[in-house]
Nanobody
Framework: QVQLVESGGGLVQPGGSLRLSCAASGSIFSIYTMGWYRQAPGKQRELVAAITSGGSTNYADSVKGRFTISRDNAENTVYLQMNSLKPEDTAVYYC??????????WGQGTQVTVSS
């Protein structure tokens, strides 16, 4: 069992930056692939970025070059640094922990709003 708690969301102007954090507890954090997903109103949840236990990363095309995912296994935390934010980045952002697609856990989500 893994518990995930996101933080760092908020309101930011276009072009601004935010850093999301996801603190994990309850299991061996380092063995999980960690991901950030987002869901905008009326849209399906989509993968934003993921990082494997070995540190490999992948990103949605829409955020490449602007967002960076990282993890600190000593602190059981995964981060999403978001730069050059756009209004279309507005969504609820969710942290996910996955192990072999068998063990899969979600956080409660944190709202990110990009607006002037």
């Amino acid at each position: 069992q893994v518990q995930l708690v996101e933080s760092g969301g908020g309101l930011v102007q276009p072009g601004g930056s935010l850093r999301l954090s996801c603190a994990a507890s309850g299991s061996i954090f380092s063995i999980y692939t960690m991901g950030w997903y987002r869901q905008a109103p009326g849209k399906q949840r989509e993968l934003v970025a993921a990082i494997t236990s070995g540190g490999s990363t992948n990103y949605a095309d829409s955020v490449k070059g602007r967002f960076t995912i990282s993890r600190d296994n000593a602190e059981n935390t995964v981060y999403l640094q978001m730069n050059s934010l756009k209004p279309e980045d507005t969504a609820v952002y969710y942290c996910n922990a996955d192990r072999l697609h068998i063990y899969n856990y979600w956080g409660q989500g944190t709202q990110v709003t990009v607006s002037s």
